[in-house]
């Protein structure tokens, strides 16, 4: 091409676009319209649950910075799954060792172990002790198998998350076996947050505030929110840096990005490791918000709702991860769980109670609704799968490859791809 | 190899010229040597010190492992009858185990895909010939002797053409649409249709334990102290009767002739004359029969049954699988008999806690040292 300048338009403040500072905010942009509904809708949640339940969202609250806790994991999952194309079916594991990590470390527990001695290591710590482990965990799992196909990974991340649960409960001296560790020591933060102007053992401010306890939802519900807020932003910056480039280029098809010369073996580690850092975040704080772990929280289940939510959202969409998650998290946990008492209410108010009565193999209606889940799991992957490959929010380079899939045939080219 | 198409003199001596310079067996060869150099990358044979270093390390742990097993069936009270009667144990397991790798191997063989969702045909199978044996009225004890096989054949024999059609149905309705997609998405529909089949299971019988009528004749032979039961018996030498048949079949017979050459190269067999989606269907209903009959088996030789019983089996099933040449059919039987046996002698003889953990181990071990597994002619791409 010869040097043929094209006059451009000056680069200038275009129409919906918000400048602050050094960033800008394309409003045309799909993803930051959504990013910034979420963020708008997570900041007022809160003070709206309150207002809806008339003063008693306390428990809304809660559930929703469980909520996030699947939020991390799902964009977490989605930088192995969705970013590198590797099927990881024992997500579950990571998560498991986060947990561990923290209960281990933060607690009690150490000293009815042969090691005879507690550790009591702050909570801000541990997020990033969690992180490391996890991401160490995570990069020993891929390396026996990264140099396989992609089905043998799927198979042996599977056994891997069956087998890390059994082992946390066959391993009864160090792991509380089947019952788990208990009473986990809670986030404090230190007297300093305040300011040099607090006095000396007082507390005002942010500290008084934000106590970690069951009875202040809000305190662990703005932790998690600065939680996932960091690894949206950093997983973000992941994504459109060198790495992330290698990542999608793996998945797009190996052998050419090989070619490339793209070490393929130490991207898909690092895909691994990253993953499972996230999940390392998800593990610390749900130790320290419920303060129990117990090997029956990390069953084959959870990696599978986590699939099911990225498979939802969409594969590599980072706004639709948080959507699909947040979705099927509403379904899981609030939906389902409250269906059977809504059926008996609405069965006793409209005088069908008879088909509610547990008879042979008929549970009841009520309990038959709150059976759903496995199938409606199955139904998700396979109908997401089937009809809308990308999710309810594809990533855009999933869109990039259907226009470009429409405009060959439409050029009558579908040959020339094969 | 004809000339330049050009038309002017000075044109085909350029021609020439370029082709003296880059002589086409160079490149040929260079080609080649590139292509091995990458493949030779590809396969992890470039520098790989640890990795020989590590060998060692896993076959002394394997040694160590075994030597414990060693002593622990020398110094065991009764050595000889504990020892047989745990080979017994091994062989009904392992046969079972036999019957559902083989329906890995064959989907995995044809169209290189996991097929998730075969360990839960296996359970539908049990679940469907139990709901068919309780709605006749079926125990123990209501009709013995050689009687029940009146009932048991055509009981099995019907549970394993609903598992055939039903397998036939997933792979019209869920695979071939995705055949061509990317990789990931079969295997995500795979695992999503293991859900749908748990899911049904669930709703139909619940989370209990459903109790299998032990219908098969009760009736043992004890030898230096080893008991076999009759249903022992059965199990094997019927598994052994079915895998003796698959293989001749998929030797002998046009179908298995078709079944192998779409397995090597789809469409080469295609232009050969091959309907590939039937030749895929027919494996997804032979792969489905032996399920059906293993459900019904593992009713019938375990005496209960769980819906979600095709998850943990079908992880042991695909080691099985894997352990004996993914794509083999007699390796996926060998595999199934060495896993069931490994299983009886762990449990056995050590911590049955760890059996799970430890068929991951071989498992993994495998994929690492011997993909190709015991008896494996098709090394998993290694990509």
């Not at chain 1, 198998?145 to 043998?152: F, V």
């Not at chain 1, 087998?163 to 560790?181: E, H, K, S, Y």
């Not at chain 1, 008879?354 to 008879?359: E, G, K, R, S």
């Not at chain 1, 405009?407 to 080219?413: D, P, Q, V």
Request: proline share 4%.
């Amino acid at each position: 091409m010869s040097s043929a300048t094209v006059a451009r338009p000056r680069p200038g403040p275009r129409r919906g676009r918000i400048r602050i500072g050094r960033f800008t905010l394309n409003l045309r942009d799909r993803d930051t319209v959504i990013y910034l509904a979420l963020a708008i809708g997570a900041l007022a949640f809160p003070t709206v649950a309150d207002f809806v339940t008339g003063g008693a969202g306390g428990s809304i609250v809660l559930l929703a910075a469980d909520a996030g806790v699947y939020v991390l994991l799902a964009l977490g999952l989605n930088v192995v799954v969705g970013f590198a194309g590797l099927l990881d079916l024992g997500y579950a594991a990571f998560f498991a060792i986060g947990a561990y990590t923290y209960a281990l470390m933060a607690s009690g527990a150490l000293f009815h172990t042969p090691l005879h001695h507690a550790i009591h290591i702050p909570f801000w710590l541990l997020l990033v002790v969690g992180v490391m482990i996890a991401a160490t965990a995570g990069a020993l799992l891929g390396a026996p198998t990264l140099r396989l196909r992609g089905d043998y990974l799927a198979i042996v991340t599977l056994g891997f998350g069956e087998i890390v649960p059994r082992v946390f409960r066959n391993a009864g001296d160090w792991t509380g076996g089947i019952n788990g560790l208990s009473a986990l020591d809670n986030p404090v933060l230190p007297y300093w947050v305040d300011g040099p102007w607090a006095g000396v053992g007082e507390q005002f401010g942010i500290v008084k505030d934000l106590i970690f306890s069951v009875a202040n939802p809000t305190a662990w519900y703005v932790l998690m929110l600065i939680l996932v807020g960091i690894s949206v932003v950093m997983l973000n910056n992941l994504r459109k840096s060198r790495l992330g480039r290698a990542w999608m280029a793996i998945r797009e098809d190996e052998t050419a990005a090989q070619a490339m010369g793209i070490n393929t073996v130490s991207t898909k580690l690092l895909a691994f490791a990253m993953g499972a850092a996230t999940s390392g975040f998800a593990g610390c704080f749900y130790g320290a918000k419920l303060s129990l772990v117990s090997p029956e929280n990390f069953q084959f289940q959870v990696s599978i709702t986590i699939l099911v939510m990225i498979v939802l959202g969409g594969m590599g969409s980072m706004p639709g991860v948080i959507v699909g998650s947040l979705t099927v998290y509403l379904i899981l946990f609030k939906i389902l769980p409250d269906a059977p008492n809504q059926v008996h209410s609405l069965l006793a108010t409209t005088g069908f109670t008879a088909i509610d009565q547990p008879t042979g193999d008929w549970p009841g209606l009520g309990e038959f609704v709150s059976r759903l889940k496995f199938l409606l799991f199955g139904l998700i992957l396979v109908t997401t799968m089937l009809l809308r490959p990308g999710g309810l929010i594809p990533s855009r380079a999933e869109i990039d490859v259907e226009r470009a899939a429409k405009e060959t045939s439409a050029l009558g080219l579908e040959g020339a791809q094969g | 190899m004809d000339g330049s198409p050009a038309g002017t003199t000075q044109d085909s001596a350029l021609a020439e010229k370029a082709e003296e310079v880059e002589d086409p067996a160079a490149i040929a060869a260079r080609d080649q040597a590139w292509t091995e150099g990458l493949m030779a990358v590809r396969a992890g044979m470039v520098g790989n010190r640890w990795v020989r270093l590590l060998r060692w390390l896993v076959l002394g742990v394997v040694i160590v492992v075994l030597l414990l097993m060693a002593r622990n069936i020398a110094t065991h009270s009764q050595p000889l009858a504990y020892f047989l009667q745990t080979i017994v144990y091994g062989l009904g397991s392992g046969s079972l185990y036999a019957l559902i790798a083989l329906g890995y191997t064959m989907v995995y063989g044809i169209i290189e895909l996991i097929n998730f969702a075969h360990a839960d045909v296996v359970t539908f199978g049990g679940f469907i010939s139990l709901s068919v044996v309780t709605a006749f009225g079926f125990k123990e004890g209501v009709v013995n002797g050689p009687l029940i096989l009146l009932a048991l054949v055509p009981i099995t024999a019907g549970t394993m053409l609903v598992c055939g059609l039903l397998n036939i149905t997933i792979e019209r309705v869920a695979y071939r649409p995705l055949r061509n997609a990317p990789r990931v998405s079969p295997l995500i529909t795979a695992a999503g249709m293991s859900f749908v089949l748990e899911g049904l299971m669930f709703l139909w019988k619940g989370p209990v334990n459903n109790h299998y009528p032990d219908l098969i004749p009760t009736g043992q032979l004890t030898l230096i102290g080893t008991t076999v039961r009759i249903k022992d018996a059965v199990v094997v030498v019927l598994a052994l009767l079915l895998v003796l048949a698959l293989d001749t079949f998929v030797t002998k017979s046009k179908l298995g002739k078709a079944m192998r050459a779409t397995a090597q190269d789809r469409d080469a067999a295609s232009l050969m004359g091959i309907d590939i989606n039937r030749t895929i269907a027919a494996t997804f209903f032979i792969g489905a029969v032996l399920a059906g009959f293993a459900g019904t088996m593992y009713g019938l030789y375990f005496g209960n049954i769980v819906f979600d019983l095709g998850f943990a089996t079908g992880l042991v099933a695909f080691t099985a699988a894997v352990l004996g040449g993914i794509g083999n059919i007699r390796g996926a039987a060998l595999g199934g008999l060495c896993i069931g046996m490994f299983e009886a002698f762990w449990n056995s003889y050590f911590v049955s806690a760890w059996t799970q953990v430890m068929i991951f181990v071989i498992l993994t071990l495998v994929l690492l040292f011997r993909p190709a597994g015991l008896l494996g002619m098709r090394v998993p791409d290694r990509t």
